[in-house]
């Protein structure tokens, strides 16, 4: 806990050097936070409540707490992160979850998902039949 403690004094006084070589925070970008200013604020209160100490002073210095995230591709990636996590037992499910995530592209037609692919195979599982992923759906 010494070092975790540790680690965010660092942090305070890294920002604070660099604020007095280049200026105020004038903006925060927090990572997770579907919504800006207070309400965005109790997100990361949530999430990091060490890096929310360090947020909340510079917003009641001035600074302002943006949105980072779409909320709904948010929630959708934490619930695909949280079931990738836990794993599946039954063969039907890895394959709904496949079939879910390979809808086609809108922009050339060819089906989504390499990614969850990838992540069947890295965690051991059966490889289920797929077209390859296109460019345009690569990040």
Not at 8 to 28: D, P, T, Y
Not at 86 to 98: E, P
Not at 119 to 127: D, I, Q, T, Y
Request: with cysteine; proline share 2%.
């Amino acid at each position: 806990m010494e070092k975790f403690n540790l680690y965010w004094e660092q942090v305070s006084q890294h920002i604070a050097n660099l604020e007095s070589k280049v200026g105020k925070v004038s903006h925060i970008f927090h990572e997770l936070t579907a919504l800006g200013g207070k309400d965005g604020l109790k997100i990361v209160e949530k999430l990091n409540p060490s890096c929310y100490q360090i947020t909340r002073d510079k917003c009641q210095s001035g600074a302002v707490l943006e949105t980072t995230e779409n909320r709904e591709l948010a929630e959708e990636s934490m619930d695909w992160e949280r079931c990738l996590l836990l794993g599946f037992l039954s063969q039907k499910m890895q394959r709904w979850s496949l079939d879910s995530m390979s809808k086609l592209c809108g922009i050339c037609g060819f089906r989504r998902g390499r990614w969850l692919v990838l992540v069947f195979k890295a965690l051991g599982w059966k490889r289920l039949s797929i077209r390859p992923s296109c460019a345009c759906t690569i990040p």
